[in-house]
């Protein structure tokens, strides 16, 4: 089976694997993903595989709306999100939270390590 790609940068890695981060907000270019829809995930730096996720819902979202439980979701503060985003996204304040679910090698939801 095939699936799309995703990639995150390599400091994210350790927290989608403990299931510490739930989502990702990126810009419009990636908001064609679909809930339901299987995607693999690589650290951006170097293309490597480190798991699957599914994708639970995809939800527009202006900049001055994030809020706290974003940033928990996000494994940060909601300080640390706001600049994270600025800095990968400069000057953007249309974006999408991609909320999803990370799979254990059999495609099943993954027992939560936390």
Do not use: W
Request: glycine letters at 2%; aromatic letters at 10%; charged letters at 25%.
């Amino acid at each position: 089976m095939s699936y799309r790609n995703i990639t995150f940068f390599s400091r994210f890695e350790s927290d989608i694997l403990a299931d510490r981060k739930t989502i990702t907000i990126r810009d419009q270019s990636e908001s064609h993903f679909q809930p339901g829809e299987i995607l693999t995930v690589a650290r951006n730096e170097d293309d490597q595989y480190f798991c699957h996720i599914r994708v639970n819902a995809v939800t527009p979202i202006h900049f001055d709306a994030l809020n706290e439980q974003h940033a928990v979701q996000e494994n940060m503060t909601l300080e640390e999100l706001k600049s994270v985003i600025q800095t990968i996204y400069p000057g953007q304040n249309e974006f999408v939270v991609i909320d999803f679910t990370r799979l254990d090698v059999t495609g099943n939801v993954a027992a939560t390590n936390s």
